[in-house]
């Protein structure tokens, strides 16, 4: 029911401008508004079309649209609604007359005395005698009463009295919040008294609309955060389409420059054939012009001997025998050799390699990554720093440069000719193969290979609040590409780092605690151990990171190892029993390996654990300076000692090679060392001479590089190298 409102004058006002009605109407709650004033308020309800209906601008009481209206829009619903007649006489709104109202008291008791007041608590109206007897009872004698001409019609109409569904004689006047139910005073005392949220009307009215005002609040911030999201989404979407173009025209400004680049070795290919051929062409045709000369000559020589068979004087045959033997000689002098008219044979030996290239591999690579706001803002503050330089961005230039660095190999030509046409004429002809001249052979020098510092990557990344400290280390080959993925233990973060088209690039994924180790789970995913979350996450790498999944688990766990794609090895921490346990990939424990007090110690605390090569699990302790070798089952391989291990105050990095080589972090004395048969000999692998600055993750990949972690926010990579030998 509304608060009663107190009639102050005896004048008609409109509840919206406070004037005096205009074209006046009425809702069914007796209130009156000028029909603009209800018109504007109809307009601006954002819901009375979804509702068919408003809200009265007085009371809030709900009133639906007029049934003649029909499927008319809400502008027009105003024009529907009953108009009220005002007379300019001020009615006499003391007066009871016009709405006359009998003792609530009195006609229960079957007499029909007009009443004066109106309780407010009661809600019931009562005679002066009445009034004066409910005053005076203890229960009521706080119950507020006015002038009954002082309350409204609506407000003192019943309709809004609700009645008790168990009681029909007893008004409700509790709220049960969990039966959901409007009860009496009686109902709250018997059948409610179990209930934890029992409150009066009032109290669970204000709690309500607290309530409602927070979720209001909840909705129009969400609300306001859509719209900022939908703004944003344009200007995504055009960023989108932008990168689009771009991408397609790189593709197709390469594509057309690789077939000029084709086009053009061809016609240079084609042209030094064709000069091949003619010239061979050339000498052919001279030698056939010779081949008629000296058929010509022979011919004549014949003729000249047949005349002096055939002369019938000796005296005249001895006088020309000279002369024709000197024709003679001469004809045969000038022989011309059958290898002279066999032509070079000539062929083409395409370049396979690069047929194959082509059909089993792409073009290039089409990176996509989502990147991060400030990432892209980098990105487009770059590209508008290119955009406005005066020299223009060629892709091609920058891909030839690499593919000068790789010294790629270019497409050979080879003609092939017989032995017997190597000769040539003295007429300046090509000899076709040009001899190439063998190179002068350099003293022979004693090489060594070493290890050498390669590379060094920076693990600090844009968004980072803290300097990066890279604990666990991990290389992967996805899609052709190498790539680096590290933990950082300060900023709560994974991050992958890799090179595409010559770029250096990286991705970020924050985490839900500090990541401490990270172990490869299959070709392009790894697991994730997290401090004091009973939880591992895997994730995908391709080459940039996302979520796949988050393992739960029963107990904290520090270290890992892959057993197989189903399967983990996972050191326990912050329990009161420390154990090695074998877990599925939904957490559960298929076994545990517990050191036993009675046999060798395992372990104390697992640090760091890897997986050899043969499957056995290499463990080293958090507190002791051990590593221990053991079978998946639990049965001791071999243990270190204080023999091998005497100067080794603790282990910061783990690593087993393929051919079972042990590689551990020294981070204390700057070193990396090796320990190899079974841990009976450690030597000393790099030291801080060759770089080495407080190591902690190590890996080492199939092309022989170690990565190191080091405390400097620094990945650096060794690379073997051959150097001169010392004499």
């Given at each position: 029911m509304s608060t009663p409102a107190l009639v102050l004058e005896n004048?008609?006002?409109?509840?919206?401008?406070?004037?005096?009605?205009?074209?006046?109407?009425?809702?069914?709650?007796?209130?009156?508004?000028?029909?603009?004033?209800?018109?504007?308020?109809?307009?601006?309800?954002?819901?009375?079309?979804?509702?068919?209906?408003?809200?009265?601008?007085?009371?809030?009481?709900?009133?639906?649209?007029?049934?003649?209206?029909?499927?008319?829009?809400?502008?027009?619903?105003?024009?529907?609604?009953?108009?009220?007649?005002?007379?300019?006489?001020?009615?006499?709104?003391?007066?009871?007359?016009?709405?006359?109202?009998?003792c609530a008291a009195c006609k229960e008791a079957g007499l029909d005395n007009a009443a004066t007041l109106w309780c407010q608590q009661c809600n019931d109206s009562y005679c002066p005698d009445c009034s004066a007897s409910h005053r005076n009872f203890p229960a009521t004698r706080s119950h507020i009463q006015v002038p009954i001409a002082y309350?409204?019609?609506?407000?003192?109409?019943?309709?809004?009295?609700?009645?008790?569904?168990?009681?029909r004689d007893s008004r409700v006047e509790f709220y049960c919040a969990a039966c959901d139910l409007l009860i009496c005073p009686s109902c709250a005392f018997v059948n409610h008294r179990r209930c934890e949220k029992v409150s009066t009307i009032k109290g669970a009215t204000d709690v309500a609309k607290g309530d409602l005002s927070t979720k209001i609040k909840r909705v129009r911030k969400k609300s306001s955060e859509c719209q900022a999201m939908l703004v944003d989404s344009t200007s995504r979407i055009r960023e989108l389409q932008i990168s689009r173009q771009r991408t397609e025209d790189n593709i197709k400004g390469f594509t057309d420059q690789l077939m000029d680049t084709i086009?053009?070795?061809?016609?240079?290919?084609?042209?030094?054939?064709?000069?091949?051929?003619?010239?061979?062409?050339?000498?052919?045709?001279?030698?056939?012009?010779?081949?008629?000369?000296?058929?010509?000559?022979?011919?004549?020589?014949?003729?000249g001997i047949e005349n002096l068979l055939n002369t019938n004087s000796e005296t005249k045959l001895l006088a020309n025998l000279s002369k024709t033997q000197r024709q003679y000689n001469a004809s045969f002098e000038k022989e011309i050799r059958p290898e002279e008219l066999v032509p070079f044979q000539m062929e083409f030996e395409p370049n396979t390699s690069l047929l194959d290239v082509l059909d089993s591999s792409q073009l290039g690579e089409a990176v996509l990554e989502r990147e991060t706001r400030e990432k892209?803002?980098?990105?487009?503050?770059?590209?508008?720093?290119?955009?406005n330089s005066d020299e223009p961005r060629d892709l091609m230039k920058h891909i030839k440069s690499k593919a000068k660095e790789k010294k790629t190999t270019k497409q050979k030509v080879k003609f092939k000719k017989s032995k017997r046409s190597k000769r040539r004429g003295s007429e300046g002809n090509p000899v076709l193969p040009v001899p190439i001249t063998p190179p002068l052979q350099?003293?022979?020098?004693?090489?060594?290979?070493?290890?050498?510092?390669?590379?060094?990557?920076?693990?600090?990344?844009l968004g980072d609040s803290l300097k990066s400290s890279p604990s666990s280390i991990i290389v992967l080959f996805v899609n052709g590409v190498m790539t680096t993925v590290v933990a950082d233990h300060n900023n709560y973060s994974l991050k992958s780092f890799y090179v595409n088209m010559g770029l250096d690039r990286q991705s970020k994924m924050s985490?839900?605690?500090?990541?401490?180790?990270?172990?490869?789970?299959?070709?392009?995913?790894?697991?994730?151990?997290?401090?004091r979350l009973k939880r591992i996450a895997v994730i995908k790498v391709s080459p940039g990171l996302s979520l796949i999944d988050r393992i739960r688990t029963s107990k904290y766990y520090n270290c890992i190892a892959a057993l197989a794609e189903d399967r983990l090895a996972v050191g326990t921490t912050l329990e009161s029993n420390l154990s090695i346990d074998i877990i599925d990939l939904q957490g559960e424990i298929l076994h545990s390996i517990c050191s036993d007090p009675d046999d060798k110690l395992l372990f104390s605390e697992p640090k760091f654990m890897i997986l050899s090569p043969s499957g056995n699990l290499l463990v080293s302790d958090r507190d002791i300076p051990y590593i221990s070798c053991f079978t998946q089952a639990g049965k001791l391989v071999f243990k270190t000692g204080p023999k091998q291990t005497s100067d080794l105050e603790g282990t910061s990095g783990l690593f087993c090679s393929e051919d079972d080589q042990i590689y551990i972090s020294d981070k204390t004395n700057n070193r990396i060392l090796l320990m190899q048969d079974n841990g009976e000999t450690i030597t000393t692998f790099l030291t801080a001479e060759q770089g080495v600055e407080q190591p902690q993750g190590l890996f080492i990949d199939d092309l022989d590089q170690v990565y190191i972690c080091q405390a400097n926010s620094k990945i650096s990579i060794f690379k073997e190298v051959e150097i001169i030998a010392p004499k």
């Open positions: 004048q008609p006002v409109c509840n919206v401008c406070y004037k005096k009605p205009q074209d006046a109407i009425s809702l069914p709650c007796q209130h009156q508004f000028c029909r603009a004033c209800i018109k504007n308020h109809i307009v601006n309800s954002v819901e009375a079309q979804k509702f068919q209906g408003f809200g009265c601008p007085a009371c809030q009481e709900f009133v639906s649209k007029p049934i003649m209206a029909g499927s008319r829009p809400k502008e027009q619903w105003a024009e529907y609604l009953p108009t009220v007649t005002l007379s300019d006489n001020k009615p006499d709104l003391l007066s009871s007359e016009k709405d006359e109202l009998k309350i409204s019609p609506r407000d003192r109409s019943e309709e809004d009295l609700a009645t008790c569904s168990q009681h086009s053009a070795n061809r016609d240079n290919m084609l042209s030094n054939i064709s000069y091949s051929f003619n010239t061979e062409e050339t000498r052919l045709n001279q030698t056939k012009t010779k081949l008629r000369e000296h058929i010509v000559e022979l011919e004549g020589c014949e003729q892209q803002e980098t990105a487009r503050r770059d590209d508008k720093t290119e955009n350099e003293p022979k020098v004693d090489k060594i290979k070493v290890l050498q510092k390669h590379k060094t990557v920076s693990t600090d990344v985490m839900d605690s500090k990541p401490c180790h990270v172990a490869k789970l299959a070709a392009h995913t790894v697991v994730v151990t997290m401090t």
